[in-house]
């Protein structure tokens, strides 16, 4: 491995990474004029996390021990976010007529509803989640998001095993 690849310049790296996936979202967003759904925005937040995590490593450069919470704290953030992008491939995978039904805007929620009904409706997605509105390569957005949550989480175990003694 090169001498330049540090634990520290990989973290970053991934921070750019998230960062521009976070600039792809909005471009389709609003550029593309794609909602999210529910299930998206809770994708997002994980991803912003994620991208906190990896930017407060890459500031912090751990060793040890730092190296593992970190490691804790990114695994909770992209596996978290894979499991989002998991129920909603799932949503996505279901016949039309066992699809949920479509709930009130996130926005409306957040006015209409308290904080823990919104998080609930926000988790388990709604009948707009399974909607498929961009494929690429034969994947939609929350399977490319799965993808990259999966990536994220190697890193961290990477960084994990190789973290200083």
Not at 62 to 77: R, S
């Amino acid at each position: 491995m090169p001498a330049w690849l540090t634990n520290r310049t990989i973290y970053f790296l991934c921070f750019l990474a998230i960062a521009g996936l976070m600039g792809f979202a909005f471009y389709l967003q609003y550029v593309k004029d794609l909602e999210p759904c529910p299930l998206c925005m809770a994708q997002r937040i994980a991803f912003v996390l994620a991208g906190l995590v990896f930017l407060a490593a890459a500031l912090h450069n751990p060793k040890n021990t730092g190296t593992t919470v970190y490691a804790f704290l990114g695994w909770v953030t992209t596996l978290g976010g894979a499991a989002l992008a998991t129920r909603q491939l799932w949503l996505q995978s279901l016949p039309a007529d066992q699809v949920p039904a479509c709930g009130p805007g996130l926005e409306y929620m957040l006015e209409a509803f308290p904080f823990s009904e919104v998080l609930t409706m926000m988790l388990t997605g709604t009948g707009e989640c399974a909607e498929v509105q961009w494929t690429f390569l034969g994947l939609s957005i929350p399977g490319w998001t799965l993808v990259a949550f999966i990536g994220f989480t190697a890193v961290w175990a990477f960084a994990w095993v190789r973290r200083p003694r």
